[in-house]
């Protein structure tokens, strides 16, 4: 039944034990009834799903609609205490004990736009988890919703509250503040990793690589944060003010005669995400003054190559103001043959997969053939994470142009880098 369902708790907390779950029930996408039948047609939807909530919850629960589209009610749901069940068990007992019927209710309303046409998203607190500040359920049950990997999907969804998902979101929350915290206090430091001209082994260029240094001086694993860079978008103006420092080390480098080698900057998903991401580069290349021809560009396999003409567009007018381009990781996920056909690339860089398993006669046959095609389209071909002698004698023989690996190099700090330039060239 309707009610003020915090009253309702208070009331309930002087229980000892609850017998109701807690539920935040929101419509999906409820917006577009309002934007493309009028608010009229929006307030009709509320009513009828308000109707089949209220007659659903008779005699079982209480319910308000809290906001907009959003409602929280308590329903009868019986747990025993001393049940132990795995995420997946938890699920199927909830959907059995009330939510499926509440969703076939939903979706069978015979509104002539609702019929089998309108999906929701809940958040569910068991009883055991009924406890403390009503603002507390309304909180942890909100953030079960918005946080359910099927939020986006057109479809119900719900998620289940446990005291390891909510730790789960706290730290990638908190996880956000410290890289925040980092970036603006300069903790983001760049390594270099030394490319090698597989014919000479002299060091012809560098890729710029992203590391975290804490207070502390160490280095944080990057597969503890570059993750979450990517999730929260911190990665794009992290990227930026490593480009102007690199180009600035470049410029100041070759205006007082010191050994320079190109860079190169990895292009991520994320970069495309701003608009303006192109211009960024290329006003802070040009501002600094650096020649074009000391950066490449590298794309990385996490962009979906097949977006249209705007990755082909993207590539043609980095090549067209001067700087090289190349296809990172090829070989795995997204990597796109139209981006080689379609595209004036100067470089392919052979992902590290091809590399990491004993070296049989299928592995050359296969590695060969990519280097000839490659090579044959005029561009050259780089091999990343070698790390074994017998993988660069047979790079060698198929004439390879570029290795990157352990075998070499491992990433190293600038200053490192600049020092193993010099050595060469003593």
């Known amino acids: 039944m309707k009610a003020d369902v915090e009253a309702v708790y208070e009331a309930m907390s002087k229980e000892e034990k609850s017998c109701y779950a807690f539920v935040e029930m929101n419509i999906k996408n409820w917006d577009y009834f309002n934007a493309a039948y009028g608010l009229n047609t929006g307030d009709e939807v509320l009513e ?3 109707k089949t909530l209220d007659n659903f919850l008779k005699n079982r629960g209480y319910w308000q609609r809290s906001y907009r589209e959003t409602y929280h009610f308590f329903v009868l749901y019986s747990e025993d205490a001393n049940e132990v069940l795995d995420n997946k068990m938890l699920d199927s007992k ?3 004990a009330f ?8 979706f069978d309303i015979p509104h002539p736009l609702l019929f089998h046409n309108v999906y929701m ?5 068991l009883p055991s988890e009924v406890n403390g500040p009503y ?3 309304v909180n942890k049950a909100s953030i079960m919703r918005t946080n359910c990997p099927e939020l986006a ?4 969804c719900f998620e289940i509250y ?7 979101y706290l730290l990638r929350i908190e996880q956000m503040r410290c890289i925040t915290h980092a970036r603006m206090h300069d903790q983001f430091i760049y390594y270099i990793q030394p490319k090698i001209d597989i014919a000479t082994n002299k060091i012809i260029g560098g890729e710029v690589l992203l590391r975290w240094q804490d207070e502390t001086g160490s280095i944080i694993p990057t597969g503890e944060y570059i993750p979450y860079l990517n999730t929260f978008g911190e990665i794009y103006l992290i990227d930026l003010k490593t480009f102007r420092s690199v180009c600035t080390y470049l410029k100041e480098g070759l205006d007082q005669d010191q050994i320079r080698v190109p860079m190169s900057f990895n292009i991520c998903a994320n970069n495309f995400g701003d608009h303006a991401f192109v211009s960024d580069y290329l006003s802070i290349a040009k501002e600094i003054g650096v020649p074009y021809s000391y950066i490449e560009f590298e794309f990385m396999e996490d962009i979906k190559f097949d977006q249209g003409n705007r990755v082909l567009e993207i590539i043609q007018g980095f090549k067209e103001a001067g700087f090289a381009c190349s296809i990172d990781d090829f070989g795995r996920g997204n990597s796109s043959f139209a981006v080689l056909i379609n595209s004036t690339l100067d470089t392919i860089k052979l992902d590290r997969l091809f590399f990491k398993e004993p070296l049989d006669d299928k592995r050359k046959q296969m590695i060969a053939h990519l280097v000839n095609m490659i090579k044959g389209m005029g561009m050259k071909v780089l091999a990343e994470g070698v790390e074994t002698q017998e993988y660069v004698d047979f790079l060698k023989s198929i004439s ?3 290795i990157q690996g352990f075998y070499y190099y491992k990433p190293m700090p600038l200053e490192e880098f600049q020092v193993l330039l010099e050595q060469q060239n003593d």
Not at 99 to 106: E, S, T, Y
Not at 121 to 125: E, K, N, V
Not at 153 to 156: Q, T, V
């Open 135 to 137: 603002n507390m359920l």
């Open 99 to 106: 939510l499926m019927d509440l969703i076939d209710l939903l």
């Open 121 to 125: 998203s809940f958040g569910i607190l």
């Open 400 to 402: 390879c142009d570029y």
């Open 153 to 156: 999907k057109r479809s119900f």
């Open 94 to 96: 909830v959907q059995d």
């Open 162 to 168: 446990t005291q390891e998902k909510y730790q789960d």
């Open 48 to 50: 009828e799903i308000t």
